[in-house]
């Protein structure tokens, strides 16, 4: 079975830039997350989706950070402009239903990895 | 919103046995606790997720007392490749919902 999938996997661009990373989750799950890991701490959830909806967008920076699932399957992260503090590995995840209940399991794609000099 | 914490890092000799834990005092009733491995410019990696008491899979077992604020992640006989940091992942209680909280990390070293 294929896995969460991301693009690109490594980016640098210049501050006030703008930068966008994709994710095809895993066939079948209604459920796609983007997290955001800063070197050195855990991920931090930006956005939820439930198959084309936000269930939870509420650490989103929406001045800067939005995303979209328009057909419920991949998505897209934008940042613009981007900051250097937003330096960071954003990781996309997947479930076939969202949180933990029920023993729902969250599997995450190997990350884009951004630079902001 | 209720921290999730771990210890910050772990020192083990290959073949050791390690027990990694994490606090959770204010986590959602109905939610399952999840263990994730992360290596070095990966994603984290699925370990093992159980609800209360024990679970055991062919890589850890996960310890969940009863009242549920605690898990501990055991990993029997660990090697080198083992080393990485461990991160589990709850639903903490915020009034209105559940919401997923990773927690601080725990960076295992194993040595020979």
């Known amino acids: 079975e294929a896995g969460v999938a991301q693009s690109p996997r490594y980016k640098i661009i210049e501050k006030r830039q703008s930068v966008a990373f994709w994710c095809n989750p895993i066939s079948g799950h209604a459920t796609l997350y983007w997290y955001q890991q800063i070197l050195g701490q855990g991920p931090k959830l930006l956005i939820q989706?439930?198959?084309?909806?936000?269930?939870?967008d509420s650490q989103l920076p929406k001045d800067r950070f939005s995303a979209e699932r328009l057909k419920g399957v991949d998505s897209t992260l934008k940042i613009q402009p981007a900051k250097l503090e937003d330096s960071a590995v954003y990781l996309c995840a997947s479930s076939l239903a969202g949180g933990l209940n029920s023993g729902n399991t969250i599997y995450f794609g190997e990350g884009s990895w951004l630079t902001v000099v | 919103l209720a921290k999730t914490t771990q210890p910050i890092s772990m020192d083990s000799y290959e073949g050791q046995e390690v027990n990694i834990t994490c606090s959770h005092n204010n986590i959602a009733t109905n939610d399952y606790i999840t263990w994730y491995q992360q290596f070095p410019s990966q994603g984290p990696r699925f370990i093992i997720q159980g609800y209360k008491t024990k679970v055991t899979n062919e890589v850890a077992s996960l310890f969940i007392p009863a009242d549920r604020k605690s898990s501990t992640l055991s990993l029997p006989r660990v090697s080198l490749s083992d080393t990485a940091v461990y991160y589990c992942?709850?639903?903490?209680?915020?009034?209105?919902?559940?919401?997923?909280?990773f927690g601080t990390g725990t960076r295992l070293q194993v040595t020979l």
């Open positions: 989706f439930q198959n084309n909806g936000v269930v939870d």
């Open positions: 992942l709850v639903g903490i209680n915020t009034g209105t919902a559940s919401k997923l909280t």
